[in-house]
């Protein structure tokens, strides 16, 4: 197991925080972290790399910039992600960090996802980053304050994150005029509904599922405008959903494995195929 605790269970668990109480943070707990992101680098391919850095002044060499996301308090440690500039491989990134994310949550610490609004010079100096490098995702990573539940609670309501589509927007069977009920998505109903739990940008839930045969294709349905020009966060948001799927179903005990043909599924128009998840037979 690759958590201590069941995955699903991490999942449900995980909430976005922004306020954090400085000097809490237990550094074996800190240790256990950077010890799972050196696993995590030590797999990931070429151009894609994280770290754990602040709490000294060899990780942080001058007090880190927050830019415009103020709302976050207290934080003292920073999970960050660095990735080649010619890679391409946001559902990659996005896949890995919520993995880190996950373990984070596991050891009993908070995070909250931040794409575009942070400055990414002061986070460069402490991940020493190369010429050819740019830093996609931050998260603050530490022990929640207790000021968490007041503020949160009005974040999270000011942009909607506890809201979530239903199945039959998400998942389809066959193509879109059938939606995928639960009873018939079988063993996959809790990799599905770990998908449709999963964080987005902006909570937009860009994922679109339609089973086929034994597949689970995966598209991007984007919303239009929205995003940096400089890294296709929606393209994330599909890696972070793949990553519940993937997880939950080895939790379950259902075997499978992602390729990058596509199925026979038929998508609408505007839809952009992603990857697809092939079942094993037992």
Same mark, same amino acid.
């Given at each position: 197991?690759?958590?201590?605790?069941?995955?699903?269970?991490?999942?449900?668990?995980?909430?976005?925080?922004?306020?954090?109480?400085?000097?809490?943070?237990? =550094? &074996?707990?800190? *240790? +256990?972290? !950077?010890?799972? #992101?050196?696993?995590?680098?030590?797999?990931?391919?070429? %151009?894609?790399?994280?770290?754990?850095?602040?709490?000294?002044?060899?990780?942080?060499?001058?007090?880190?910039?927050?830019?415009?996301?103020?709302?976050?308090?207290?934080?003292?440690?920073?999970?960050?992600?660095?990735?080649?500039?010619?890679?391409?491989?946001?559902?990659?990134?996005?896949?890995?960090?919520?993995?880190?994310?996950?373990?984070?949550?596991?050891?009993?610490?908070?995070?909250?996802?931040?794409?575009?609004?942070?400055?990414?010079?002061?986070?460069?100096?402490?991940?020493?980053?190369?010429?050819?490098?740019?830093?996609?995702?931050?998260? =603050? &990573?530490?022990? *929640? +304050?207790? !000021?968490?539940? #007041?503020?949160?609670?009005?974040?999270?309501?000011?942009? %909607?994150?506890?809201?979530?589509?239903?199945?039959?927007?998400?998942?389809?069977?066959?193509?879109?005029?059938?939606?995928?009920?639960?009873?018939?998505?079988?063993?996959?109903?809790?990799?599905?509904?770990?998908?449709?739990?999963?964080?987005?940008?902006?909570?937009?839930?860009?994922?679109?599922?339609?089973?086929?045969?034994?597949?689970?294709?995966?598209?991007?349905?984007?919303?239009?405008?929205?995003?940096?020009?400089?890294?296709?966060?929606?393209?994330?948001?599909?890696?972070?959903?793949?990553?519940?799927?993937?997880?939950?179903?080895?939790?379950?005990?259902?075997?499978?494995?992602?390729?990058?043909?596509?199925?026979?599924?038929?998508?609408?128009?505007?839809?952009?195929?992603?990857?697809?998840?092939?079942?094993?037979?037992?």
């Amino acid at each position: 197991m690759e958590y201590g605790k069941p995955v699903f269970e991490l999942i449900q668990q995980r909430k976005s925080c922004r306020s954090y109480a400085r000097g809490k943070t237990d =550094p &074996a707990v800190l *240790k +256990s972290l !950077r010890l799972y #992101i050196d696993g995590v680098n030590a797999q990931s391919p070429r %151009g894609i790399r994280f770290a754990l850095i602040g709490g000294n002044i060899k990780d942080a060499p001058q007090p880190l910039k927050l830019g415009t996301y103020g709302i976050i308090t207290g934080a003292e440690h920073f999970l960050a992600g660095a990735m080649k500039k010619e890679s391409n491989e946001e559902p990659q990134f996005g896949y890995l960090f919520e993995k880190i994310v996950l373990r984070a949550t596991d050891l009993g610490l908070g995070t909250c996802w931040l794409g575009g609004t942070f400055s990414r010079s002061d986070f460069g100096k402490s991940l020493e980053l190369e010429e050819n490098e740019f830093i996609p995702i931050v998260s =603050p &990573a530490g022990v *929640k +304050s207790e !000021r968490t539940r #007041i503020l949160d609670k009005v974040m999270r309501a000011g942009a %909607g994150s506890d809201k979530r589509k239903p199945w039959n927007e998400l998942f389809f069977e066959n193509g879109v005029s059938s939606p995928l009920t639960e009873a018939a998505a079988g063993e996959y109903k809790t990799p599905l509904e770990a998908v449709r739990l999963a964080p987005s940008a902006s909570n937009k839930q860009p994922w679109r599922i339609i089973k086929e045969g034994g597949a689970f294709a995966f598209f991007l349905c984007r919303t239009k405008g929205y995003g940096i020009a400089a890294y296709d966060m929606q393209k994330n948001d599909i890696g972070i959903a793949m990553c519940h799927f993937e997880l939950t179903a080895a939790e379950v005990g259902l075997q499978g494995f992602w390729s990058s043909e596509a199925t026979a599924a038929t998508p609408p128009d505007g839809w952009e195929f992603v990857s697809a998840w092939h079942c094993r037979p037992e």
